[in-house]
């Protein structure tokens, strides 16, 4: 068994998966690998500031990175293991 700690941040991990804004959010990055805040609030159909909301929530939890170039700040998924676990999650309940 795994110390508290590791099964601590293993469930705060994928508390940040349970919110249907933040997997939109997932999703729109996978598809487009790198995007700025308007076009993910396009894309998601909801407000530039809940979008910043979340991207501070997914940003804090490793899942997305930033780059800025000017004033404009692009987003994408942090690495290969994101994409990875949504895919399996997302095999999990289409076998269901």
Do not use: W
Not at 50 to 57: D, F, V
Not at 60 to 86: A, M, N, P, T
């Amino acid at each position: 068994m795994p110390e508290d700690d590791v099964i601590y941040d293993l469930a705060e991990f994928f508390k940040v998966f349970a919110d249907s804004t933040r997997m939109k959010i997932i999703y729109s990055l996978l598809m487009e690998n790198e995007l700025c805040v308007c076009d993910i609030a396009n894309i998601v159909k909801t407000t530039q500031s809940a979008i910043s909301h979340q991207l501070r929530i997914l940003k804090q939890s490793k899942l997305v990175k930033f780059r800025k170039v000017g004033k404009e700040v692009f987003y994408s998924l942090d690495d290969q293991h994101i994409e990875e676990i949504v895919k399996k999650g997302r095999e999990h309940i289409e076998e269901l």
